[in-house]
């Protein structure tokens, strides 16, 4: 069976023990779309490469093709997000994104613009100092995840400014609720971050 590889760019978004020493992770690369690859003996104490796959890290990656199987060679960190890993609701809001482009995006679904929107709400989040302490985020930066949302749905073909206009809510919270309604009724199915993380 004929064998390759290629290289690229890629967030990972979720990431699954498979065995003792072997982890399966979802990521979301640039160029390749939103791939599965085997992350073989990361879970060993001793593995070289286990800091480089954690949660949300950006890496540059190598992976090796076999038929429908990848198999990861080669991860380097480029970027890892470490003030956002600080606070819980930074990561509350992250977790959510990464089950956005988990669920309303196929496999092997080539989205450069998607990546780079996701690379850059990441980088926001990452460098705000904008904590409020009586109520988590602030509204200017919610305000700045409901427009990604609705950039991602527009790229996706989900989300036109002329069918929403008539009864599109104006206040950050209600802007949440309102694409959560829309956002699961195009899946057809419950998210649970928000769900599971803030309850």
Do not use: C
């Amino acid at each position: 069976m004929r064998s390759n590889s290629f290289t690229d760019k890629g967030i990972i978004i979720r990431r699954f023990p498979i065995s003792e020493f072997d982890m399966l992770l979802i990521i979301f690369s640039k160029y390749h779309g939103k791939i599965k690859a085997t992350a073989r003996g990361v879970r060993r104490i001793t593995s070289r490469r286990s800091g480089h796959v954690d949660l949300f890290n950006v890496v540059n990656f190598q992976v090796n093709k076999k038929g429908d199987w990848l198999t990861l060679n080669e991860a380097n960190v480029e970027e890892s997000f470490d003030n956002i890993r600080q606070d819980k609701d930074l990561m509350v809001e992250v977790y959510h994104i990464a089950e956005l482009i988990h669920i309303l995006l196929a496999d092997d679904d080539k989205q450069p613009r998607i990546f780079d929107m996701t690379l850059d709400i990441l980088g926001k989040l990452d460098k705000s100092i904008n904590k409020s302490v009586e109520n988590g985020l602030n509204s200017r930066l919610l305000a700045q995840i409901r427009d990604y949302e609705i950039d991602l749905l527009r790229v996706l073909g989900y989300w036109s400014d002329d069918m929403f206009k008539e009864d599109y809510p104006t206040s950050v919270s209600e802007r949440k609720e309102y694409h959560m309604k829309l956002i699961e009724g195009i899946a057809e199915r419950k998210f649970k971050s928000y769900k599971t993380l803030e309850g």
